[in-house]
């Protein structure tokens, strides 16, 4: 009888260990969820027909392929000319094993998707350190409309755009 009670007492801890096991499961999935919702922000522009996306973290190509597929089907969803991305939330310790060249075949990529749907792409907030390894490592990181901080993208942006800022008389 002792034995019995032993071998249901452990049971009865394996089936709390799987129901356990499933409640983290799902816990797990549900902040994945959250996590790739906040991967790639889109916030609507002050510029008419402009779309922000500020980037941070590490890049992997899972994330990036994520980002890629966020942004174009928020472009549709929107009436937006123009996506610009920022990287001033990356560096270069933030870029994975994948490295450079994949960096630069997957922005080509997203640039292209984008260009052929007619919207322009511009990057701004390449840091110093991140340029520096992207030049260094021959990734052909060239042809893309790119700023280095957000101030001169948007100027450009609205010269583009006929637009100005002008400050309020009072």
Do not use: C, W
Not at 97 to 121: C, F, P, V, W
Request: charged share 25%; glycine share 6%.
């Amino acid at each position: 009888m002792k034995i019995l009670t032993k071998v249901m007492s452990k049971i009865a801890t394996i089936e709390q260990l799987q129901q356990e096991i499933e409640q983290l499961k799902t816990k797990v999935a549900k902040y994945e969820t959250i996590i790739k919702e906040l991967a790639a922000p889109m916030i609507p522009s002050i510029v008419p027909n402009t779309m922000l996306v500020p980037l941070t973290g590490t890049f992997t190509v899972e994330r990036f392929i994520h980002i890629q597929n966020t942004i174009v089907n928020s472009v549709v969803k929107t009436d937006t000319d123009t996506v610009v991305i920022d990287l001033t939330g990356i560096n270069y310790l933030d870029i994975d094993a994948t490295g450079y060249q994949e960096l630069s075949t997957n922005i080509k990529n997203l640039t292209d998707a984008l260009k052929l749907m007619g919207i322009d792409t511009i990057f701004v907030g390449f840091s110093a350190k991140l340029v520096q390894k992207l030049v260094l490592s021959n990734s052909g990181f060239q042809g893309f409309e790119s700023y280095a901080n957000f101030r001169l993208g948007l100027r450009s942006l609205l010269k583009k755009k006929g637009l100005e800022i002008k400050e309020r008389e009072e």
